[in-house]
């Protein structure tokens, strides 16, 4: 495919001068000498606006855009606080340990300028040796680190190992990309901080804030949240900047041989393309892919390419590497060296590098699928044209719905305007795990009131768990060991799994639970720097996978179900023909198959049952809408069956959702690993006698929630008013991507579906059927209906499969079958309060529908069929016989 073919909009931003500022009148004569030496004469205008609010003693956040020496802005008033006192500390937090050990580098110039007996500074992180930890914390007065260090090192041992002096000098905070602190991770921040403050408060000092951030609607609001305190905001840009091109790129559609539109060929198909021809063009880039997976297909089918014929003249696979999590330290210290040096002409990355880590000076910026949000964009882009020289930057469009809404409508792109970045501080969970942490660093006292709001209710329930003590109005710490190190500051899951090659032992990468349940499940093809192995087996006990080495033509992809049940409510009412509520649910994640996709044509080779499914399973928030009884009564008419006898084909539901979710996102700056949307089960059934309500549920997909589903639900004017615009005006005729997620749904019926939610109209007369097209599928030996006469064989399959729970079904006396209620019959009480534990019932449950074909909305009960008579002579032997024992 011709690259310059695929351009659908192409937008060039002028060159910008500098606007420049004298040196501050109170700025150190050294400072200036330093500056002279280094060619720089003048300030940008916001450096020099920034220090004078430092000096003024205020926290400052600064939001220029990249490459315009926010260093620098920070660095100043930090360097003249400690050559005015050389007790003064600063800690320096960046969220990656990389951008940490990038931002020294810069620092060293000034290191050696001034001497190590006047200004010293250190990287403290988990890769850093004993005794260079013990440097730091005698004599470094700037501390570079990161969150987890903050969390885990500084504050459990506040009163120990020389951190005591360095919270007593502790001037100033300074944090590096604070749009990235979000969600999950920016919640912890807010709470690390929270403790940190009333740490310093017992050393008697009160550091000062100073923050850097990309382009956000909120900067202002997102460092009050996360920090505390008032902010002044600089936004004025005086850096100068090259011209730059931006241009993206729409992949072709795919055509049967009918000329019916199939979908659109990947970006990543179009990415492995452009890049062999960008190595052989002499450019200097980086690309950047949405996932870990993606990075490693890219780089595979890139390197394929650049060793084939057509690519001899100046092709070489050795030009590109891979970055991503997931590598060790030394492989990503050498991957920079490498590209900084020139030996690499360009990087496939995830979000890793989107921070300003320095890999040298780039002409070309190539993303891979839009990644997510409008400052993630901006910042990706901007690790190109970093000089003075002209860049050109690359977007590559994803068959995705947001990405096919840019298609439609690129200047909501380029119109300078930002998402809001949402932190939700007082989560529960967060809150509970940081006052834990806080008790245990200090005892905790009625006025941390002040900086935890749920101490109250926490209290109480620590004392009760025997985590606490009452000492005299406080309370002290009395549980295990260590609390800060209970839960992870950025997924929030503690779990940790290991892929280890089979023969050396060797252990390839770690990841937690949920990516490994969709990564390295058994059968699963897992790519690492280029090199395929296929998992062997996943042991959940040990928490260990092991694989071999892969030569295949394929990769994998996971596939399953999401089950929802409410918890509980806390707000709702109604709003024009649906009824909105806000409040706790759980959700059922189900990995129980994957698909095969070959490499280069991504065509699916088909699916494969896992033995035993994959289940996750947690609470969260949610708000969630009715949806109207005539929506569900035309959508459910037009539901076809797949191969495996499911009705989830034409499945218009699934058009609604993804309206609402890229409505939603638009609105709170959500990324795809944020929220989700999943309709009711019970939307599935063809039965119109059926009088459940059906309901679309917009939850976080965090473990207790974090804020997100809360601001939807105020939201939820604006965000249908968005979905019904963007179906609306989608210019394609049918349905596609961009408006309904899928070229095989009907955009009409979508569009009318949205309406609905607030006003009555007719169904659209005339819908569009999708074909019945031959598609590999896993087929179920069983039907739910047919299991009271089948059980016996369904209970050997599950007994062969080596399932747990095969063995205990085939004791069951009867089971009988009512509408979609099963019902199971035992013989003795213990039993049957034993399949009514939660966990053991949604076992059975997992069960019946990995080898059944069951209606989405199942009912499992449980009844005893009791011998009193059997029961009680049982029960007297028994205890007579334990009464010999005794004797």
């Given amino acids: 495919m011709e690259i310059q073919d695929l351009i659908i909009h192409r937008e060039r931003l002028a060159r910008r001068g500098a606007e420049y500022a004298a040196f501050p009148a109170g700025l150190q004569k050294e400072i200036k000498s330093f500056l002279g030496q280094s060619k720089i004469e003048k300030l940008y205008s916001h450096q020099a606006e920034m220090f004078e609010a430092a000096l003024r003693k205020e926290n400052v956040v600064i939001t220029t855009s990249t490459a315009s020496g926010k260093t620098l802005s920070f660095l100043l008033p930090v360097l003249q606080s400690v050559l005015d006192d050389p007790l003064t500390r600063a800690v320096f937090v960046y969220p990656t340990k990389a951008l940490a050990a990038d931002q020294f580098r810069a620092l060293k110039p000034w290191l050696e300028y001034f001497g190590e007996g006047r200004v010293s500074a250190g990287v403290y992180d988990g890769d850093t040796p004993p005794r260079e930890r013990s440097r730091i914390r005698k004599s470094a007065n700037i501390i570079l680190t990161n969150p987890e260090m903050l969390n885990g090192a500084f504050l459990p041992n506040h009163s120990k190992y020389g951190f005591d002096f360095i919270f007593t000098n502790l001037r100033y905070v300074v944090i590096d990309e604070l749009h990235s602190y979000r969600g999950a991770f920016g919640s912890h921040l807010a709470n690390i901080f929270r403790r940190l403050k009333r740490v310093c408060s017992y050393y008697g000092s009160s550091p000062q804030f100073l923050c850097s951030s990309a382009t956000i609607a909120n900067p202002t609001e997102l460092a009050e949240n996360i920090c505390g305190g008032k902010f002044t905001l600089i936004s004025r840009d005086g850096s100068p900047c090259p011209e730059k091109e931006y241009r993206i790129i729409q992949p072709p559609v795919i055509k049967g041989s009918n000329d019916k539109v199939y979908?659109?060929?990947?970006?990543?198909?179009?990415?492995?393309?452009?890049?062999?021809?960008?190595?052989?063009?002499?450019?200097?880039?980086i690309a950047f892919a949405r996932s870990r997976k993606s990075v490693e297909i890219i780089l595979k089918e890139s390197r394929d390419k650049l060793d084939s014929a057509g690519f001899l003249s100046q092709g070489d696979s050795r030009k590109i590497a891979g970055y991503r999590g997931g590598y060790t330290p030394l492989e990503r210290k050498e991957i920079e060296r490498k590209m900084i040096s020139?030996?690499?002409?360009?990087?496939?990355?995830?979000?890793?590098?989107?921070?300003?880590?320095?890999?040298?000076?780039?002409?070309?910026?190539?993303?891979?699928?839009?990644?997510?949000?409008?400052?993630?964009?901006?910042?990706?882009?901007g690790r190109a044209g970093r000089g003075q020289d002209a860049c050109v930057n690359y977007l590559i469009l994803e068959n995705q719905p947001f990405d096919q809404y840019i298609a439609i409508d690129p200047d909501w792109l380029f119109c300078q305007e930002s998402e809001n970045a949402i932190v939700d501080r007082d989560n529960l969970l967060i809150q509970l795990s940081h006052i834990r942490a806080a008790a245990a660093e200090m005892p905790l006292t009625m006025d941390d009131i002040a900086l935890f709001p749920a101490l109250g209710e926490v209290i109480p329930v620590l004392l009760k768990a025997e985590e606490l003590k009452s000492l005299g109005g406080?309370?002290?710490?009395?549980?295990?060991?260590?609390?800060?190190?209970?839960?992870?500051?950025?997924?929030?899951?503690?779990?940790?799994?290991?892929?280890?090659?089979?023969?050396?032992?060797?252990?390839?990468?770690?990841?937690?639970?949920?990516?490994?349940?969709?990564?390295?499940?058994?059968?699963?093809?897992?790519?690492?720097?280029?090199?395929?192995?296929?998992?062997?087996?996943?042991?959940?006990?040990?928490?260990?996978?092991?694989c071999i080495p892969f030569d295949g033509n394929f990769y994998t992809v996971p596939a399953g179900?999401?089950?929802?049940?409410?918890?509980?409510?806390?707000?709702?009412e109604p709003y024009g023909r649906t009824h909105i509520r806000?409040?706790?649910?759980?959700?059922?994640?189900?990995?129980?198959?994957?698909?095969?996709?070959?490499?280069?044509?991504?065509q699916n080779l088909g699916y494969v049952s896992l033995t035993v499914p994959l289940q996750k399973d947690y609470d969260t928030e949610s708000t969630w809408l009715e949806i109207p009884e005539n929506v569900v009564y035309v959508f459910r008419r037009l539901l076809q069956r797949n191969q495996s006898g499911e009705l989830v084909r034409n499945n218009h539901f699934d058009g609604l959702s993804n309206a609402i979710r890229n409505a939603a996102m638009m609105v709170t700056m959500a990324?795809?690993?944020?929220?989700?949307?999943?309709?009711?089960?019970?939307?599935?059934?063809?039965?119109d006698r059926d009088e459940a309500v059906v309901y679309m549920f917009i939850y976080d997909k965090y473990v207790g929630g974090l804020g997100y589903s809360e601001k939807i639900y105020d939201l939820i004017p604006k965000i249908l008013e968005n979905a019904v615009h963007m179906v609306k005006n989608c210019p394609c005729e049918d349905g596609c991507p961009a408006c309904v997620g899928d070229y095989t749904l009907?955009?009409?019926?979508?569009?009318?579906?949205?309406?609905?939610?607030?006003?009555?109209?007719?169904?659209?007369?005339?819908?569009?059927?999708v074909e019945e097209t031959e598609k590999p599928a896993v087929q179920k030996q069983f039907s739910f209906f047919s299991l009271p006469e089948n059980w016996e064989e369904f209970c050997d399959c599950v007994e062969?499969?080596?399932?747990?729970?095969?063995?205990?079904?085939?004791?069951?006396?009867?089971?009988?079958?009512?509408?979609?209620?099963?019902?199971?019959?035992?013989?003795?009480?213990?039993?049957?309060?034993?399949?009514?534990?939660?966990?053991?019932?949604?076992?059975?449950?997992?069960?019946?529908?990995?080898?059944?074909?069951?209606?989405?909305?199942?009912?499992?009960?449980?009844?005893?069929?009791?011998?009193?008579?059997?029961?009680?002579?049982?029960?007297?032997?028994?205890?007579?016989?334990?009464?010999?024992?005794?004797?």
Avoid at 342 to 351: A, D, I, K, M, Y
């Fill in 342 to 381: 020139g030996e690499l002409s360009g990087l496939v990355s995830t979000n890793a590098l989107e921070l300003g880590i320095d890999i040298g000076n780039l002409d070309t910026t190539v993303i891979v699928g839009y990644p997510g949000t409008r400052a993630s964009f901006w910042q990706q882009t």
């Fill in 561 to 572: 179900t999401k089950e929802t049940r409410v918890l509980q409510v806390f707000q709702e």
């Fill in 746 to 769: 009907d955009k009409k019926l979508v569009l009318w579906g949205l309406t609905n939610l607030l006003e009555k109209t007719a169904a659209p007369e005339s819908v569009k059927m």
């Fill in 671 to 687: 990324a795809r690993d944020d929220i989700d949307v999943v309709v009711s089960g019970n939307a599935l059934i063809p039965d």
């Fill in 582 to 602: 806000f409040g706790d649910i759980n959700v059922n994640e189900l990995v129980s198959m994957f698909k095969k996709l070959q490499f280069h044509n991504h």
């Fill in 474 to 546: 406080k309370f002290a710490w009395s549980g295990p060991a260590f609390p800060a190190g209970d839960y992870s500051l950025r997924n929030m899951d503690q779990t940790r799994f290991k892929l280890i090659l089979e023969k050396e032992e060797r252990e390839i990468t770690e990841m937690d639970e949920s990516q490994a349940y969709h990564e390295i499940y058994p059968g699963a093809v897992y790519m690492h720097e280029g090199t395929s192995y296929e998992v062997l087996s996943l042991d959940l006990k040990s928490r260990t996978a092991r």
């Fill in 263 to 285: 979908g659109r060929y990947s970006s990543t198909a179009v990415a492995t393309d452009l890049l062999p021809r960008l190595v052989e063009e002499n450019h200097h880039f």
């Fill in 800 to 887: 062969k499969n080596g399932e747990a729970g095969g063995a205990f079904l085939k004791t069951v006396q009867r089971v009988d079958i009512k509408g979609h209620c099963l019902t199971i019959t035992v013989g003795n009480t213990f039993n049957e309060m034993w399949i009514k534990e939660p966990e053991n019932r949604k076992s059975i449950e997992n069960i019946l529908r990995y080898h059944a074909v069951c209606p989405a909305d199942m009912r499992l009960e449980v009844a005893a069929q009791i011998d009193e008579d059997r029961e009680k002579k049982t029960k007297a032997r028994l205890e007579r016989r334990f009464e010999d024992i005794v004797l």
